[in-house]
């Protein structure tokens, strides 16, 4: 068997659970930059806040409601995220992280277990010790383990947060019940198809043909399809190393100096080296874009990206920022008001298995250099120590003028209890 455990509207639990006052009252969390809504309480969903509305398009309804707006707090959110975790941990030995708020139990050997109340248990534990709600599917596959928790979600007085699909007759009920675009895996696109053919449960999708399915949606589909009739066929996966690290922004106004998107640039390319470094690895290419706002059209557009074959690996940020830069250069035209920009680093080598060159490899002297400056930015903040190609005075923000306190992170943040 197979569990699922969500985190019910985790970053909107996650204000609420140092703002008790919060519960009960509609929240919503806006996206970088304060654009949009990427999360909202129960309180706020049934006041028809969809996900992804801009922010400004409904702040005369925050208004009129009292919806409590936040900016995201992805720090508060990533610790809460780690205590939660760590509490699923002690439930079983074999766990995937599947996202910031979700994961799954694999629960081999438990079959002398009421799963109900191991359930239960999970649910109270990771409450009374985070504070964050959570939602549990139990199922013999990871595709219906997603679904059991969907009726969880759905029907928590009716399940008290726990729904197990442990007989035939409750997988093809819950089937019927679960529409064809909900089904974990199944895209836009393919629902769109699906539905065209008459598709619009998760059972009908079960009862198509094999070969119709590989044909239109590959083997990962056929792979879904056999989840969903109960036959194990996805299984629990390792965590990886990414195979490509990206750090964009938006800017909080437009550029037009060349200085202005150099120091930009070269502040993304040092943060994807320092990313590259945990988790030991070097880039072989990277890729620099820029463009202006899309959405001003009274305004000249320009985008452009380049992809670099760098002369060796490295995850230096002395020499991914020259590089960045000098791709930077070839892109880069006047006489545009530039509204983001990116660093993407790719086509990884582990870092200790790097082939060195005839005439030119990385200098081997940044290796402890970096040790040094990822130990001092760890032990007194990021971003304290820079390169020279960075704003010294600058700090990287974002617009978040609705940030909470980080209150596990941040010595000056935690809250005080007056007794």
């Known amino acids: 068997m197979f569990a699922l455990v969500d985190c019910n509207n985790f970053y909107a639990s996650c204000e609420r659970v140092f703002r008790p006052d919060l519960i ?3 929240v ?21 806040i969809p996900m992804g509305a801009p922010a ?38 074999d766990m995937e992280i599947y996202s910031i708020d979700e994961a799954f139990l694999k629960l081999t050997g438990f079959e002398r277990y009421d799963l109900q109340e191991y359930g239960g248990r999970m649910r109270s534990k990771v409450l009374k010790w985070t504070g964050i709600p959570i939602s549990i599917g139990i199922a013999p596959t990871k595709a219906l383990a997603k679904a059991a928790n969907r009726i969880a979600k759905k029907f928590p007085q009716r399940t008290g947060g726990v729904y197990i699909i442990d007989s035939e007759e409750k997988r093809i009920k819950v089937l ?18 699906l539905n065209g053919i008459g598709v619009k449960t998760a059972y009908d999708f079960t009862q198509l043909d094999e070969v119709w399915v590989k044909k239109h949606l590959t083997i990962v589909g056929l792979r879904l399809k056999r989840d969903l009739q109960g036959i194990p066929t996805i299984e629990l996966e390792d965590v990886q190393p990414k195979k490509n690290i990206a750090t964009t922004r938006s800017f909080e106004k437009n550029y037009t100096g060349f200085d202005q998107l150099q120091e930009r640039v070269s502040t993304f390319a040092a943060s ?19 463009h202006t706002n899309g959405h001003r059209k009274d305004l000249p557009q320009y985008s452009r990206n380049i992809v670099v074959k760098l002369p060796f690996p490295t995850n230096s940020s002395i020499e991914l920022s020259k590089f960045a830069i000098q791709a930077l250069k070839r892109i880069f035209k006047s006489g545009y008001r530039y509204k ?20 030119e490899n990385s200098d081997s002297r940044h290796v402890p250099l970096m040790q040094v400056m990822d ?45």
């Open 272 to 290: 994807c080296a320092e990313k590259l470094r945990r988790q030991h690895s070097r880039c072989n290419s990277l890729m620099v874009f820029i």
């Open 24 to 26: 009960g009252k509609p």
């Open 340 to 359: 983001k920009a990116g660093v993407i680093v790719q086509d990884f080598t582990p870092e200790n298995a790097t082939q060195l060159t005839f005439f």
């Open 56 to 93: 400004f398009e409904y702040q005369a309804l925050f208004d009129e409601h009292n919806v409590q707006v936040f900016s995201a707090n992805f720090a508060l959110y990533g610790d809460m995220s780690h205590r939660v975790m760590s509490v699923l941990g002690e439930y079983s030995p």
């Open 176 to 193: 019927k019940w679960l529409k064809v675009e909900d089904v974990w895996g199944i895209g836009r696109q393919h629902s769109k198809r």
């Open 28 to 48: 919503v969390v806006l996206s970088n930059n304060d654009g949009c809504v990427i999360a909202r309480s129960n309180e706020a969903k049934a006041l028809n």
């Open 375 to 419: 130990r001092l930015n760890t032990a007194y903040g990021q971003q304290k120590i820079r390169l020279g190609s960075q704003d010294t005075k600058r700090i990287w923000k974002m617009k978040q003028e609705r940030l909470s306190p980080r209150y596990t992170t941040k010595l000056s943040d935690i809250i005080t209890i007056h007794l």
